[in-house]
């Protein structure tokens, strides 16, 4: 028995209505939450397991994509409550959730601050201390690329870099499904890159998604945009080639 659970979690966030989708894989033994949400998100989590009819105290794994407040804010409270689950995050990532690292987001909406319009500083700051109250938690296991962790009939780690540094997706070979993360995200039907004005290493992500065209995908889950509904190796194609081409065009002289 293997389950793939999408919990999409819908909310209101800066006024506009936003979903994520954490993603829950379970076998006969174990149960494992991809993902955490925002801070204080535990009940939007355990309303959305509920509808799968999944409790919370089952779960025995988190896997992190990566370090962002949208990923790992209620990572502290789940442990808090459930000091039993393991926390598996990318060895580059680790420093970053368990605090000994400075989080790349925060040091990135540092820097802005003495860049930005004077119209925009204060929402701004406000975003740094909003990152400030983020908690951190150790990291259990450490995993790196083309490891192939044993639950669901395996679970292969890809190192999908870009978005942050140690950013994992992770891809079911069993069912030919892939859990994203923030490597790609769906905005208005189509595959993208998550924000690439926020994305740390906008060439590697655009990498990242050439390198998943080594996998054989037919599920595409999104943390921002859920399930994919279309073909998904020419869709990956094409988010990769447009990203290609705009670096090549040639860049207009303005002297
Ligand atoms: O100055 C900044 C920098 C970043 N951000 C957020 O950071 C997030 C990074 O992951 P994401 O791609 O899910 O979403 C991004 C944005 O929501 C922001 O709101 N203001």
């Known amino acids: 028995m293997n389950l793939i659970h999408a919990l999409d979690i819908e909310f209101q966030f ?87 690292k400075k989080s790349l987001r925060l040091v990135q909406a540092e820097a802005s601050l003495t860049m930005l319009p004077l119209h925009e500083l204060a929402q701004a700051e406000q975003f740094v201390r909003f990152l400030q109250t983020i908690e951190h938690v150790p990291v259990d296991r450490l995993v790196s690329d083309k490891e192939l962790l044993p639950w669901c009939g395996g679970i292969e780690i890809i190192h999908t870099p870009g978005h942050t540094p140690g950013h994992i997706s992770l891809y079911l070979p069993l069912c030919k499904t892939l859990i994203a993360g923030d490597a790609v995200v769906i ?61 090549n065009e040639p860049r207009h002289n303005k002297e």
């Open 187 to 247: 905005e208005n039907g189509k595959l993208d890159i998550a924000n690439p004005q926020f994305t740390l290493d906008l060439e590697a992500a655009v990498q990242s998604v050439r390198h998943l065209l080594a996998y054989d995908i037919e599920k595409l889950y999104c943390y921002h945009g859920g399930l994919f509904e279309g073909q998904v190796r020419p869709a990956l194609e094409r988010l990769a080639d447009s990203y290609e081409s705009r670096n």
């Open 14 to 100: 800066n006024e506009q209505l936003q979903t994520i989708t954490p993603v829950l894989l379970m076998d006969e033994e174990y149960t494992i939450l991809i993902d955490c949400g925002y801070p204080n998100f535990m009940d939007h989590i355990r309303e959305a397991a509920s509808r799968s009819n999944v409790a919370l105290d089952t779960i025995t794994t988190i896997i992190l994509t990566h370090d962002d407040m949208d990923h790992i804010g209620s990572l502290a409270a789940l442990k808090r409550s459930y000091p039993h689950i393991e926390v598996i995050s990318h060895e580059i990532e680790a420093p970053y959730i368990d605090g000994t």
